[in-house]
């Protein structure tokens, strides 16, 4: 079969043939209909990222661990948490875990939609828990996964969303996917704290999912601080979900004394909390309620894909 292979961590994949999988263990074998390019798997490929050496045990290697594949009697399926040094970015895969696609379901979205969605509804719904009519401002939201928070955002009840960004082209098309204003992050930190300062409005923000953290999260959280001294009139859940703008975020106590500020990680979140999630986000997508700008590319292509930097807000699936 045809795979995207490396030799090494930190190779650029390869498109060459590569021996059939066996079966072992319970295993079925799929044709993989379509796969999602992301950050995360050139991160782990490249050797950047913890889970590096445990998913590239030994090569030469199949990149990819989750995609759509259809079995033998023509169901899509999603799979994961693949055997090295098998992997998704290929024609063929041996997949012991994987969930049912909904019947009529495109592959590409399928593959491309869901991961995002969640990537934001399970820390709006779950860890913030949003209540209906609250100001979320999406930090980062002219990417990928920040368009389709502001999208969640609203479909989940949020009275105003904001969202942030640097690409004024993008910056323009947030509003038309439910953004009621946006805050360009072009601009010197006073005018930029400034700007935070007026979306906030008198009511402030009640939640905040960050993509960027580093100096922008640092000039958001100063707008946070209250004017006089009185104490918190409310709760301000901020959530760190990126790092695009920097590993490190310089807080002050002020920021957090009498803001009202919380900031958390993911924290628990079920396998129950997960599947409604996806029922939900397929709802969603047969409502024509999810927007994404998906771009496919045959596996043949790999090594140019794999390279591009053009992206800008756009998601990259890989159909063998």
Known sequence: MKAAIINKLGATPQYVDFANPILVDGEILVDVKAVVLENFEKMVASGEHYSSKSMYPQFPAVVGNRGIGMTADGKLVGFGMM???????????????????????????????????????????HTAKIEKGETVLINGATGVSGRMAIQVAKLLGAGRVIGTGRNDASLKLLKSLGADAVIDLKQSDEALLENFEKEKGETGYDIVIDFLWGRPAEILMKSFIPKDMRLPSKRIRYIPIGAKAGAGAYITGEMLRTSGLEISGMGKVTQEDIGAGCDLVWEWIKEGKLYMNIEEVPLADIEKAWLRNDLDGKRLVIIP
């Open 83 to 125: 055997r090295p040094p098998n992997g998704a970015f290929a024609e063929k895969a041996v997949i012991k875990h994987f969930v049912p696609i909904p019947d009529g379901m495109n592959a590409a979205m399928a593959a491309a939609i869901p991961p995002s969605a969640l990537t934001s509804f399970l820390p709006l719904k």
